[in-house]
């Protein structure tokens, strides 16, 4: 598809575990962003990478979150030994190279901790 | 520090009627840009605008139109004739050009519900 797709859609998980969330970006797009929405609330700016490295990541919560991005394209966000905080839907953006202040919006990973 | 604020949480209109969501900004940087996204219920953001901080013109699309006004750091969004697909959470962003990061840092976003 033309636009940034997300997956898992949805993913539920109990608390402790490991999870990996992936974001396609539009193809050409450099930039990629990642973002954290809880639950009636705005976006959280999680980490920002330009190509594959990462100049901005002042938003990650903890050290249990990170994040990667290889070959300018798929980035993964990585969330460690998960807790019921970390419940949200985490949005991916990517936007393009000389355009760099538009946004576009992936649908969003659902996380539910139990 | 830059911040926004969507003072307007809720907002219920009755279809036909023209509704306005309100947006305020701070930022110390003369280089800004400013956006508003849409989220339908399907939750995907939807890019509406996108405005940098040396114009000032306000801009219409179609039933959409907004209204930039520095000297009171507002970034005002109107919809004429609301229809109920017009329903979503509505967010207003800022974003700086000084470091380069190109975050945004959204409001709290308005919820309008537009009634049939």
């Known amino acids: 598809g033309a636009g940034v797709s997300q997956s898992p859609s949805n993913k539920v998980t109990e608390k402790g575990k490991d999870v990996e969330l992936r974001c396609d970006p539009i193809?050409?797009?450099?930039?990629l962003y990642w973002y954290r929405q809880r639950l009636g609330q705005g976006l959280e700016f999680l980490i920002y990478f330009q190509g594959n490295s990462a100049p901005d990541k002042s938003g990650l919560p903890s050290d249990r979150f990170s994040a990667e991005r290889t070959g300018e394209s798929v980035s993964t966000l990585t969330i460690q030994r998960t807790q019921q905080e970390d419940s949200a839907v985490y949005l991916c953006?990517?936007?393009?190279?000389?355009?760099?202040?538009?946004?576009?919006f992936g649908p969003g990973t659902r996380l539910t901790v139990l | 520090a830059q911040k926004v604020t969507q003072a307007q949480t809720e907002i219920s209109v009755v279809e036909k009627e023209d509704v306005t969501l309100d947006c305020v900004y701070e930022t110390r940087d003369t280089t800004y840009y400013l956006f508003w996204y849409k989220q339908p219920p399907s939750g995907e953001l939807v890019f509406l605008i996108r405005r940098n901080s040396f114009d000032e013109q306000n801009e219409i699309s179609g039933r959409y139109s907004w209204n930039f006004q520095k000297s009171t750091s507002s970034f005002n969004f109107t919809i004429t004739a609301s229809q109920v697909v017009d329903s979503a959470v509505y967010f207003c962003?800022?974003?700086?050009?000084?470091?380069?990061?190109?975050?945004?840092?959204f409001g709290t976003g308005t919820r309008l519900t537009v009634i049939p």
């Open positions: 962003a800022l974003s700086e050009a000084r470091t380069g990061a190109n975050n945004l840092f």
């Open positions: 953006a990517s936007s393009p190279p000389l355009f760099t202040d538009t946004q576009y």
């Open positions: 193809s050409g797009h450099t930039a």
